[in-house]
């Protein structure tokens, strides 16, 4: 039977620092819930906004898959590995972090807040080399359907990263009913409403409400308004160096 688990928006930590607005699915920082840890192997998911002209200096990031969707402005993006690149909406980012790495993010617009999801998936593997990515999805943007944006394979839609994780977005007018097939046996995922109303069962979503699921190999997302929603399948076993 499949296994639910309801994270309303509302029920996020929160925390205003002026130059940054940020909610958090999971704890993070200096917010901890103990029910809200992880979902399986994903481990963050930030809404954030980046005030005009500001962002995170360099600090430093290891052994942890990083990957940033843009929702409104840009991001400029520096590391140690010689990479600086500016992402915008309708683009991916992703950062193996691997080994260690050490990178910055500043809103380069000095005009226009930036608003964006920074979301962490452990790698199945520690100490990996540490690598960057990014990948316009705009053009590939599906109307009442699923667009892959994240896989665990180089040459499928989207980027990749080092773990049996897919990541898509759906698009949805009101009404729109699809089914999700989950790509992988003892995987579950985290539906995260960007916008509009969803229902997946007998739970109804709005606004940033998520709802966890697993323990199935399909499920039914309905828009019972135009929605723009994500989803991300992680597996549930996280990787056996966290268990040591």
């Not at 906004?49 to 290891?62: D, S």
């Not at 992402?87 to 226009?112: C, L, W, Y």
Request: glycine fraction near 10%; aromatic fraction near 10%; hydrophobic fraction near 35%.
């Amino acid at each position: 039977m499949m296994k639910t688990i309801f994270h309303p928006a509302a029920g996020r930590g929160h925390a205003d620092h002026g130059w940054l607005d940020t909610w958090h699915s999971f704890s993070f920082a200096n917010w901890y819930h103990p029910d809200k840890v992880n979902f399986g192997a994903l481990r963050v998911l930030n809404d954030d906004k980046v005030a005009q002209g500001m962002g995170f200096g360099k600090h430093p990031h290891r052994d942890m898959e990083i990957i940033s969707v843009p929702l409104e402005g840009s991001l400029e993006h520096q590391d140690s590995m010689g990479n600086t690149s500016v992402i915008h909406k309708g683009e991916i980012q992703v950062m193996s972090a691997g080994t260690g790495v050490m990178h910055s993010e500043f809103n380069p617009d000095r005009n226009k807040d930036a608003k964006f999801l920074q979301i962490w998936i452990f790698p199945d593997k520690p100490n990996l080399t540490p690598r960057y990515g990014q990948q316009n999805i705009a053009a590939g943007k599906v109307k009442d359907g699923f667009q892959q944006i994240l896989s665990p394979d180089r040459d499928e839609d989207g980027v990749w990263i080092h773990q049996e994780a897919w990541m898509n977005l759906a698009d949805f007018s009101a009404g729109t009913a699809r089914e999700y097939p989950l790509h992988k046996k003892g995987n579950g995922v985290y539906v995260f409403i960007l916008e509009g109303k969803a229902k997946i069962g007998s739970h109804e979503l709005g606004r940033r409400d998520a709802l966890g699921i697993s323990e199935t190999e399909t499920f039914v997302l309905e828009a019972t308004e135009d929605a723009e929603i994500l989803l991300i399948e992680v597996p549930m076993q996280l990787p056996s160096y966290l268990e040591k």
